[in-house]
């Protein structure tokens, strides 16, 4: 396959796994894939198992490197140069001489100028690279890139989990920013480290290991000069914990320190205007500001080198290649499960907590209210009353609800009006059944329905027996004798407390036998009024005439 492809923009490349693998030349590889019309996540095992499984690199300890940040920040750009010095290194150039010939365009990792993302998902080069640290041991050095974060098409939770997979599974986590630390990228950092700290298990360490803020286009190297001198000032500058500080505040750098066991930055200049404006740069030295190479000359061996190589640990133990592999397929399982919360934007956050605010405060105004109408020791209230103040207060709740001030606009604020209603309603039943609970004819309900039902058919038995049917007569009686033990059981039940089930379906019969007597009485009484009425209009139309 034609790995190499010239695109307007620059040197562009293919990432398919199964093609680059097989090609003769390296290429970067697909390994998480983003479907963004359904914000899922799907790793592909086999061309990670192409990567990481081969012979020579499967059973050394790897040294994940990682570049992750906003799309169209030069991500992909970076992890070019990062690929000219490994294979510099690998064909056993210099340290200091590695950027290549001045007209010799960019090439590796698919990037390109413009206002569009490039990169989807999290690849990684299809070359592991094998490097000898001083001490004599070997490690294979991966590089990775992500899918730049907060595009037109993904979602919170879709940068939350890219930047957690890649911090989770990189030794080295480069975090690419424009110009300056703002603290929305700390409280961005925040968000995705959590969101990775919690789908990890338990962790008894820090959960992440090396942490380096790269500051791009640094317009201010009069306070603090390029490179990692500058960047250590400038950073124990903005991640210092002040008294003064809003606890907000502290907790975002309290939560930085807590998750990385080393923090650094480093200050990059503008690589010139023509990298930012020309549609046909292709990644050309000549092309480049002299003061972005010199930078890049220290940046890129600060990361590289042998002796700054850090091999992969999770909680305290180094992780070979195929365990890495194991490790992605656990966390993209927990990342595609519905254990996890799912991250929100903080307008969305806000509003929810807002939303919620309003539904306690209504619910609460109406709870009170029946409160002091039904509630507690207050009298037993009519059921007819009992509702009418219902309607009353549960449209004084709703009203209060609307009047409260809401982010997220009202078709927002509906779903959480509609589950204030169900809670009302819900509450409303419980107020009911306490009333009822009041009523000391309903608590004497059951006993007299048996005890009625029990007189009923002792009367019926003696004249069944009178008449002389006394297989009826004993049969009324066999009932008598169920019903005086059902009776006694009620009492003891409601006495002790014990078989409460038995108890039930005791007051069930009861009320069943009640609702069909009182149904069959009053359709009696109609029949008769009906009856009463026939009879009296002729007598009316008699009278008339």
């Known amino acids: ?24 030349k390296p290429g970067p590889v697909q390994i998480v894939e983003v479907h963004k019309e359904e914000h899922s996540f799907e790793l592909d095992e086999q061309a990670l198992q192409r990567v990481l499984l081969q012979d020579h690199v499967r059973d050394l300890d790897a040294v994940v490197v990682s570049v992750a940040g906003a799309f169209r920040k030069g991500k992909s750009f970076l992890l070019d140069f990062m690929l000219r010095y490994m294979y510099s290194q690998k064909e056993g150039g210099s340290s200091t001489n590695w950027l290549g010939k001045e007209d010799e365009p960019l090439t590796g990792f698919s990037w390109r100028g413009g206002s569009d993302p490039e990169t989807t998902g999290i690849q990684i080069w299809s070359e592991v690279f094998t490097v000898e640290k001083p001490d004599g041991k070997k490690v294979a050095v991966i590089l990775m890139d992500t899918q730049g974060a907060f595009d037109s098409q993904s979602t919170v939770k879709d940068c939350a989990t890219i930047f957690a997979l890649s911090t989770m599974t990189s030794s080295i986590q480069i ?132 002796r700054s190589l850090m091999e992969k640990e999770i909680n305290g133990s180094k992780v070979t290649c195929r365990g890495l592999l194991e490790y992605f397929k656990a966390y993209i399982k927990i990342y595609q499960g519905e254990d996890l919360p799912h991250p929100k934007s903080m307008l969305q956050a806000t509003a929810e907590a807002n939303n919620l605010a309003a539904v306690a405060s209504a619910r609460d105004l109406y709870y009170n209210s029946m409160e002091q109408t039904c509630g507690g020791d207050k009298p037993y209230v009519s059921p ?49 059944k306490h009333n009822e ?59 002790s407390g014990q078989y409460r089930d038995l108890g039930g379906v005791i007051d069930s019969s009861a009320e069943y ?29 008699k009278k008339s005439k």
């Open 1 to 24: 396959s034609n790995i190499w492809r010239r695109g307007g923009h620059g040197i562009e490349t293919t990432a398919i796994g199964s093609d680059t693998m097989s090609s003769s």
């Open 175 to 306: 975090y690419n920013l424009s110009q300056n630390i703002q603290e929305d990228d700390l409280q961005q950092l925040q968000l995705f480290t959590e969101y990775g700290r919690l789908a990890m298990d338990e962790i008894f360490l820090k959960p992440f290991q090396t942490l380096m803020f790269l500051v791009r286009d640094w317009s201010f190297p009069y306070e603090y000069g390029y490179g990692k001198p500058g960047g250590a000032k400038f950073l124990e500058k903005r991640l210092k914990v002040k008294e003064h500080q809003h606890e907000e505040i502290q907790n975002v750098r309290r939560h930085i320190h807590s998750c990385f066991t080393n923090v650094s930055c480093f200050l990059l200049p503008h690589p010139g205007l023509k990298v930012a404006t020309s549609p046909n740069f292709d990644g050309r030295l000549t092309d480049i500001a002299a003061e972005f190479k010199e930078e890049l000359l220290k940046l890129i061996p600060s990361v590289l080198d042998s």
């Open 384 to 432: 007819d009353i009992l509702e009418e103040r219902h309607n009353q207060y549960c449209e004084a709740a709703l009203e209060h609800f609307r009047k409260i001030k809401k982010m997220g606009g009202k078709e927002y604020s509906q779903r959480y009006q509609e589950e204030l209603e169900r809670e009302i309603a819900e509450q409303f039943a419980n107020f009911s």
């Open 437 to 495: 609970s009041k009523n000391i004819f309903s608590a004497f309900r059951t006993p007299a329905v048996l005890f009625a039902a029990v007189a009923a058919l002792y009367m019926a038995s003696g004249v069944a027996g009178f008449v002389g049917l006394d297989v009826v007569a004993q049969l009324f009686n066999c009932v008598v004798g169920l019903l005086l033990i059902a009776l006694l059981t009620w009492g003891y039940i409601k006495y």
């Open 513 to 541: 036998i009640l609702d069909q007597a009182t149904a069959h009485m009053g359709n009696s009484t109609r029949r008769a009024v009906r009856d009463a009425t026939a009879v009296g209009a002729p007598t009316e139309r």
